[in-house]
């Protein structure tokens, strides 16, 4: 189709709307106003979390069973997390033996005795990422596309485990949604923003959910007390 | 399985009702969606306020549709990404396709879209020299089939376990021999794996457009979205242009409903935003990006004053809680969208002559309204489309008549009486313990269920004589 084509198409659909409504305002002022005046109703329209401290009502969130195919643990440094991934091979009988996302934070922790550069194309495999934020609401964690985040290292293994900083707990999904209108601001928004709540699954075979439909079938989440 | 007409409704229907597995197969999933619903709104006392603001958003959004487009294509070319504007579902696929050829593209990724139904994509690519292949587990299995989606959530709810196995050992490289459910979708994580990895184009449709930074949101469980858009160098998005939201702040209380009332679930697993094409030094991810907003009736249903039914999510509650659809199913509607919502929606996206029988198939029990999650009121939105129906005289000559001659009748109220009166001794004679199974000029009814036997007088009768032993006791 033809840019000519396309101005066509775009006119015929504007005055379409005009012709429509056509005593609407188009003060840009009244519209944002109206538009803000729709999110002050937020605080009565979500759920109550499990807990007022936005860690706790995460992990509890997870234990109890709410997200699916998601375990998780709380560890005080940074520097024990080496020891729980070895602990989560154990307890999966998985070889010692996973793909690491390049930041520094976890690049340089002692990985001594794990192979940390797993092909991810390959199924079976093990993925550990950095997550920007998680939200309590959801039992979410948050990643951002970026040079040091390839997607894919969050769809491709069939087991992941993810990483929150402890600070970068959020109440609701509103407050993520605050995050990204900042970092939109400041013309710095990444291609992705995925909002990761478990597994893979899917019902399409007469409503069983099975895990791991097409990435992960397991997913572990360690809460790290920022240093 | 040849794609069903929206004009041939009553056929469609008597097809669907011999069908003797059908509504089990239907029910077996709806039913369950329908449990699990209403335990998430139990479990959401808030669920009420967050439905007004839905419904508040949707409006105002549409209120300023135009306001919102002009925003979001500003922001989306900032991202980068190519905005396409189509009229119509053809130009859409035009441009879709187009795309591709110029890319040279031999293989396609696409991940569910009913947007993509409704243009006709499916159809375009497999008449093309390019292969499509469809990434969500439930489009993959109708894909094998040939079938049309039955449902917008569960496209093959009418497949049964035993349709999956024998279609994965037919068609995939390394099936499986198993018939555990588990061991099936194995079988198709194994299959679509390479496939997403060598694929030329990735085609997604959206659930929400963020106007103020021209994002497209997918929303899936299984996350077969970020491996359609991610490895391939080029992102088609098709989306509607009811899918406007202002800010992402505005999708969030929109899915808190989507989930709860399409599957029951509180949240999906997967929500992400796409932002345009890859940042120079990103890790993955296409390096172009090119969405197509589609009119195809949307702009009329505005004009028409249907604005209520461009705030549609596309959750699928209103099916999974109709009586209608859960005896004949998605397919015997003739179109990509079935039940209450598809009701409404067909008339504008094709024509109200082609599918006005479907706005009929409505007991108007109101139950589509009770549980959508943006309060469109739907039975208002089809007795008004009965209403153009009838004014337009689309109705068949025999309807046009029964009803002529029953205004008449109304009008008259001792004749209707007394024809009230025949009716009832007249019925009285073919019912047998309670039931009619047979009776002339309704077999259209005693085809595939029986009427009640009616009581012993008319409706009057009975009033008259209840005021009469009222005022008697007084």
Same mark, same amino acid.
């Given at each position: 189709?033809?840019?000519?084509?396309?101005?066509?198409?775009?006119?015929?659909?504007?005055?379409?709307?005009?012709?429509?409504?056509?005593?609407?305002?188009?003060?840009?002022?009244?519209?944002?106003?109206?538009?803000?005046?729709?999110?002050?109703?937020?605080?009565?329209?979500?759920?109550?979390?499990?807990?007022?401290?936005?860690?706790?009502?995460?992990?509890?969130?997870?234990?109890?069973?709410?997200?699916?195919?998601?375990?998780?643990?709380?560890?005080?440094?940074?520097?024990?997390?080496?020891?729980?991934?070895?602990?989560?091979?154990?307890?999966?009988?998985?070889?010692?033996?996973?793909?690491?996302?390049?930041?520094?934070?976890?690049?340089?922790?002692?990985?001594?005795?794990?192979?940390?550069?797993?092909?991810?194309?390959?199924?079976?495999?093990?993925?550990?990422?950095?997550?920007?934020?998680?939200?309590?609401?959801?039992?979410?964690?948050?990643?951002?596309?970026?040079?040091?985040?390839?997607?894919?290292?969050?769809?491709?293994?069939?087991?992941?485990?993810?990483?929150?900083?402890?600070?970068?707990?959020?109440?609701?999904?509103?407050?993520?949604?605050?995050?990204?209108?900042?970092?939109?601001?400041?013309?710095?928004?990444?291609?992705?923003?995925?909002?990761?709540?478990?597994?893979?699954?899917?019902?399409?075979?007469?409503?069983?959910?099975?895990?791991?439909?097409?990435?992960?079938?397991?997913?572990?989440?360690?809460?790290?007390?920022?240093? | 399985?040849?794609?069903?007409?929206?004009?041939?409704?009553?056929?469609?229907?008597?097809?669907?009702?011999?069908?003797?597995?059908?509504?089990?197969?239907?029910?077996?999933?709806?039913?369950?969606?329908?449990?699990?619903?209403?335990?998430?709104?139990?479990?959401?006392?808030?669920?009420?306020?967050?439905?007004?603001?839905?419904?508040?958003?949707?409006?105002?959004?549409?209120?300023?549709?135009?306001?919102?487009?002009?925003?979001?294509?500003?922001?989306?070319?900032?991202?980068?990404?190519?905005?396409?504007?189509?009229?119509? @579902?053809?130009?859409?696929?035009?441009?879709?396709?187009?795309?591709?050829?110029?890319?040279?593209?031999?293989?396609?990724?696409?991940?569910?879209?009913?947007?993509?139904?409704?243009?006709?994509?499916?159809?375009?690519?497999?008449?093309?020299?390019?292969?499509?292949?469809?990434?969500?587990?439930?489009?993959?299995?109708?894909?094998?089939? @040939?079938?049309?989606?039955?449902?917008?959530?569960?496209?093959?709810?009418?497949?049964?376990?035993?349709?999956?196995?024998?279609?994965?050992?037919?068609?995939?490289?390394?099936?499986?021999?198993?018939?555990?459910?588990?061991?099936?979708?194995?079988?198709?994580?194994?299959?679509?794996?390479?496939?997403?990895?060598?694929?030329?184009?990735?085609?997604?449709?959206?659930?929400?457009?963020?106007?103020?930074?021209?994002?497209?949101?997918?929303?899936?469980?299984?996350?077969?979205?970020?491996?359609?858009?991610?490895?391939?160098?080029?992102?088609?998005?098709?989306?509607?242009?009811?899918?406007?939201?202002?800010?992402?702040?505005?999708?969030?209380?929109?899915?808190?409903?989507?989930?709860?009332?399409?599957?029951?679930?509180?949240?999906?697993?997967?929500?992400?935003?796409?932002?345009?094409?890859?940042?120079?030094?990103?890790?993955?991810?296409?390096?172009?990006?090119?969405?197509?907003?589609?009119?195809?009736?949307?702009?009329?249903?505005?004009?028409?004053?249907?604005?209520?039914?461009?705030?549609?999510?596309?959750?699928?509650?209103?099916?999974?809680?109709?009586?209608?659809?859960?005896?004949?199913?998605?397919?015997?509607?003739?179109?990509?969208?079935?039940?209450?919502?598809?009701?409404?929606?067909?008339?504008?996206?094709?024509?109200?002559?082609?599918?006005?029988?479907?706005?009929?198939?409505?007991?108007?029990?109101?139950?589509?309204?009770?549980?959508?999650?943006?309060?469109?009121?739907?039975?208002?939105?089809?007795?008004?489309?009965?209403?153009?129906?009838?004014?337009?005289?689309?109705?068949?000559?025999?309807?046009?008549?029964?009803?002529?001659?029953?205004?008449?009748?109304?009008?008259?109220?001792?004749?209707?009486?007394?024809?009230?009166?025949? @009716?009832?001794?007249?019925?009285?004679?073919?019912?047998?313990?309670?039931?009619?199974?047979?009776?002339?000029?309704?077999?259209?009814?005693?085809?595939?269920?029986?009427?009640?036997?009616?009581?012993?007088?008319?409706?009057?009768?009975?009033?008259?004589?209840?005021?009469?032993?009222?005022?008697?006791?007084?």
């Amino acid at each position: 189709m033809n840019s000519q084509q396309n101005e066509q198409s775009r006119a015929k659909i504007f005055s379409a709307i005009k012709a429509a409504a056509p005593t609407v305002t188009m003060d840009v002022k009244t519209i944002q106003e109206e538009a803000l005046e729709i999110l002050k109703e937020s605080e009565f329209a979500r759920p109550k979390l499990l807990s007022e401290d936005a860690t706790q009502a995460l992990v509890l969130r997870i234990e109890a069973g709410l997200v699916i195919g998601t375990s998780c643990e709380k560890l005080s440094t940074l520097a024990d997390l080496p020891h729980s991934v070895k602990q989560f091979f154990g307890k999966h009988s998985l070889p010692h033996s996973l793909k690491v996302q390049g930041v520094e934070q976890l690049e340089k922790l002692n990985w001594q005795g794990i192979s940390t550069d797993s092909d991810i194309q390959q199924d079976n495999t093990v993925g550990l990422c950095w997550a920007e934020y998680g939200v309590a609401e959801t039992g979410s964690f948050v990643v951002h596309s970026s040079a040091d985040m390839p997607i894919l290292l969050n769809f491709l293994p069939l087991y992941l485990i993810a990483v929150i900083p402890k600070s970068k707990i959020l109440h609701y999904m509103d407050d993520y949604a605050l995050i990204a209108n900042e970092i939109a601001k400041k013309a710095e928004t990444p291609r992705n923003m995925c909002l990761i709540s478990g597994v893979s699954g899917t019902t399409d075979i007469e409503g069983v959910l099975v895990q791991g439909a097409h990435g992960p079938e397991i997913l572990h989440l360690i809460i790290v007390e920022d240093q | 399985m040849q794609a069903n007409r929206p004009e041939d409704f009553s056929k469609n229907v008597s097809k669907a009702l011999a069908q003797p597995d059908l509504k089990k197969i239907i029910r077996r999933t709806t039913d369950k969606a329908e449990t699990k619903r209403a335990e998430a709104v139990a479990n959401f006392p808030e669920f009420e306020n967050a439905r007004s603001q839905g419904q508040k958003v949707k409006d105002h959004t549409i209120k300023y549709m135009d306001h919102y487009l002009a925003e979001f294509e500003k922001n989306a070319l900032a991202q980068g990404t190519v905005v396409h504007w189509a009229s119509t @579902g053809e130009e859409a696929a035009k441009i879709v396709l187009d795309i591709c050829r110029q890319h040279k593209a031999k293989k396609v990724t696409r991940s569910k879209s009913m947007l993509g139904e409704e243009i006709g994509l499916t159809h375009a690519f497999d008449n093309s020299e390019m292969e499509r292949i469809e990434t969500d587990l439930a489009e993959h299995i109708i894909q094998l089939a @040939g079938d049309p989606p039955s449902h917008i959530v569960w496209p093959a709810m009418h497949r049964s376990r035993e349709d999956v196995v024998k279609l994965f050992r037919e068609f995939h490289t390394d099936p499986t021999y198993s018939e555990e459910i588990t061991d099936l979708v194995r079988s198709a994580r194994r299959d679509l794996r390479t496939k997403f990895l060598t694929s030329d184009i990735g085609i997604s449709g959206s659930n929400f457009l963020l106007a103020d930074s021209g994002s497209s949101c997918t929303v899936t469980n299984e996350g077969n979205a970020e491996l359609t858009i991610t490895p391939p160098k080029v992102h088609i998005v098709t989306a509607g242009i009811e899918k406007l939201v202002p800010s992402m702040a505005h999708a969030v209380p929109l899915l808190r409903l989507l989930t709860r009332s399409a599957t029951g679930a509180e949240i999906t697993q997967y929500i992400t935003f796409h932002n345009g094409p890859k940042r120079p030094n990103d890790a993955d991810g296409p390096q172009e990006c090119h969405i197509v907003l589609v009119d195809n009736g949307r702009t009329k249903m505005l004009a028409e004053g249907m604005e209520e039914m461009l705030r549609c999510i596309r959750c699928g509650a209103c099916m999974n809680h109709c009586v209608v659809y859960k005896h004949i199913g998605g397919h015997a509607y003739g179109s990509v969208y079935p039940g209450p919502m598809g009701s409404v929606l067909t008339p504008h996206l094709n024509s109200l002559e082609v599918a006005n029988k479907q706005t009929h198939a409505c007991t108007l029990n109101g139950r589509c309204e009770d549980v959508c999650p943006v309060n469109i009121p739907l039975p208002k939105l089809l007795r008004s489309l009965r209403a153009q129906s009838w004014q337009k005289k689309y109705e068949p000559l025999t309807n046009r008549f029964v009803v002529q001659s029953f205004a008449m009748m109304a009008k008259r109220p001792r004749l209707f009486q007394l024809l009230s009166s025949c @009716g009832v001794i007249f019925m009285k004679v073919f019912s047998r313990k309670g039931w009619i199974k047979y009776m002339p000029f309704t077999s259209g009814w005693t085809r595939n269920r029986d009427l009640i036997e009616p009581e012993s007088t008319t409706f009057m009768h009975q009033y008259k004589k209840m005021k009469k032993a009222k005022s008697g006791g007084a």
